[in-house]
């Protein structure tokens, strides 16, 4: 087990507890703070393999720690969320952030998101670089297509959007209702089987292009990922 340090910032001690619970049992040492000044101050002196940021704080905000974060560090950063609108910030502003965890969750889900975030970034997984820029796959953004393996996906919007999301964030799991959020922006008459739906033919999809392997992961209660061979 890794004994790599968490920094949690956090001012609700509920939530604090329950993500130190989780973590430590996952194999992490975790430092807990509550305050952006106290936080940076910890950033500074001490070394962690990766923060994890709630947004409201009571002397300032999440985005401005991690703005402040990036002038000398570029340890990875999980932004804990309640609201949409932070979302559309987060994604949209480029804020350095490599993950980000809507409230309520479920502290298995970040103690698996820290899990992926490390694994990625240990020595040794530099080899799978290439596999990270989703081999096998072509992205033209400007004429909306996307070739796997050389053919040209006959793809509908929805399927386009998802494929494109995930080509550009490779083995990154992004779970059904971060999928929600990115892919399908109008809610209207959407569900959560909506996602399933449009995988399961995108994937029919692929499997024409190219049988094998599905790069298309499944991560159980998770969500969905593209991996790559
Ligand atoms: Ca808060």
């Not at 393996?149 to 998802?162: I, K, S």
């Not at 449009?198 to 992961?217: G, M, V």
């Amino acid at each position: 087990m890794s004994s790599k340090r968490i920094l949690i910032v956090e001012d609700e001690s509920a939530i604090a507890d329950t993500l130190i619970y989780t973590l430590n049992n996952s194999g992490y040492v975790t430092e807990h703070v509550t305050l952006v000044q106290t936080a940076l101050a910890c950033l500074q002196t001490d070394s962690f393999a990766l923060a994890i940021l709630d947004i409201g704080l009571p002397d300032g905000s999440g985005f401005d720690l991690c703005r402040q974060l990036r002038r000398f560090s570029d340890i990875p950063v999980i932004f804990l969320t309640a609201h949409t609108d932070e979302i559309d910030r987060i994604v949209g502003l480029e804020m350095g952030a490599d993950d980000y965890v809507t409230k309520p969750f479920s502290p298995r889900e970040v103690a698996a998101r820290v899990g992926v975030i490390l694994r990625r970034l240990s020595p040794g997984a530099n080899q799978t670089a290439e596999s990270r820029s989703a081999k096998h796959f072509a992205l033209d953004s400007l004429a909306r297509r996307i070739r796997y393996g050389g053919v040209l996906l006959d793809l509908t919007r929805y399927e386009y959007l998802l494929l494109k999301l995930l080509i550009e964030h490779p083995e990154r799991i992004f779970s059904r209702e971060q999928l929600l959020e990115r892919v399908w922006r109008d809610p209207g008459e959407v569900f959560d089987r909506t996602v399933d739906t449009h995988i399961k033919t995108l994937r029919a999809k692929l499997r024409a292009a190219k049988p094998e392997p599905d790069p298309i992961h499944t991560h159980r209660g998770l969500g969905y990922s593209l991996q790559s061979p």
